[in-house]
């Protein structure tokens, strides 16, 4: 039995497993179907059709019918299962608005999570059991692939890039997590455990007390003034050297160019790190280029992370 398991899928664990495995069976069944049959006419027309029994070749012609059902059977079963394949991806690249937003970080060898308390494990995510889950991650070194087999979730994540999945696990229970990309000499040892938590749990994690607590709202608005931010950027909504911080997340700016730009994690971390890329056509409307130093190698990705929450509660 241990040996036919081996050969299976892995329990489904979250709600959107079983999109991917019925998929998966389907393919295979139709794997089979079709598989069976060929292998036995293969062997038939060898046996039948060898070379002693019909030594010499006879002429064949086409076959109007036939050829119509081998062409339009196959069109059908591929079209049929793009569409279905296709269903399956956008919802599991659309998280759900009220989902619950963990960033991950990942760096040789090891997963660090962060959460909206201020709260950070490193190799153990904790997540509430029936609560929607986004996490919203990037690479500090290379490129890595966070890779949750019992939940069917998978996806690469890249320095200088934000990739997102989301899932809801329905019951309480602990689950691995692995590096799927090659990364270096420690790639087999960079895994993290997944533990699904009742709610009372989870609620008592939540609000853990600690010495000098801080949020990561807390550590960006920290980070804005020892880097000078707030030199060229207020946080009211006055008028300064550069665009205010508040109310800017999830705006769209219109740029020098003329075109539109909407401020969210890619264009922030994009501003912090290189803000004069692009050209002055770049700048947002009504503001002076160049003002601004890039902060390339002088802030660590957490670091872009604490101001970005920090931005996005300045609402």
């Given amino acids: 039995m241990d040996k036919i398991k ?20 389907f393919l295979m069944a139709v794997s089979l179907v079709f598989f069976i049959p060929l292998i036995g006419l293969i062997l038939y027309f060898a046996f039948k059709y060898n070379h002693k029994k019909n030594p010499v070749v006879k002429d064949s012609h086409g076959n109007t019918p036939l050829e119509i059902l081998w062409t339009a059977v196959p069109t059908i079963l591929v079209v049929f299962i793009f569409a279905w394949g296709w269903l399956v991806y ?58 949750l087999p019992d939940f069917r979730v998978k996806k690469d994540v890249v320095p200088g890039l934000y990739s997102s999945v989301w899932f809801e696990a329905p019951e309480i229970g602990e689950h691995q997590i692995y590096c799927s990309e090659y990364c270096g000499q420690g790639h087999s040892k960079m895994l993290a455990t997944l533990k699904v938590v009742s709610l009372d749990e989870w609620l008592k994690f939540w609000n853990i007390k600690e010495e000098a607590p801080k949020t990561p709202q807390g550590r960006g608005a920290k980070l804005v003034l020892s880097k000078s931010c707030l030199g060229c950027h207020s946080v009211d909504g006055s008028a300064s050297l550069g665009p205010t911080f508040k109310g800017l997340w999830n705006k769209n700016e219109t740029l020098a160019d003329g075109s539109k730009v909407l401020v969210d994690r890619e264009y922030i971390r994009n501003k912090i790190l290189t803000p004069q890329k692009g050209g002055p056509g770049k700048a947002v409307k009504g503001f002076v280029f160049g003002v601004m130093p890039p902060f390339q190698g002088q802030i660590k990705e957490d670091e872009i992370l604490d101001i970005i929450a920090y931005i996005k509660s300045l609402k």
């Avoid at 081996?6 to 069976?25: E, Q, R």
């Avoid at 956008?90 to 909206?116: C, H, N, S």
């Fill in 6 to 25: 081996a050969f299976l899928l892995p329990p489904a664990a979250s709600t959107v497993a079983h999109w991917w495995d019925d998929l998966f069976n």
């Fill in 90 to 147: 956008t919802k599991m690249v659309q998280p759900p608005k009220d989902a619950l937003e963990i960033r991950v970080t990942g760096k040789t060898w090891d997963w660090k999570f962060g959460y909206d308390n201020g709260k950070e494990t490193v190799k153990e995510l904790i997540v509430p059991v029936g609560r929607r889950i986004k996490l919203f991650m990037t690479s500090e070194d290379f490129i890595h692939s966070f890779f």
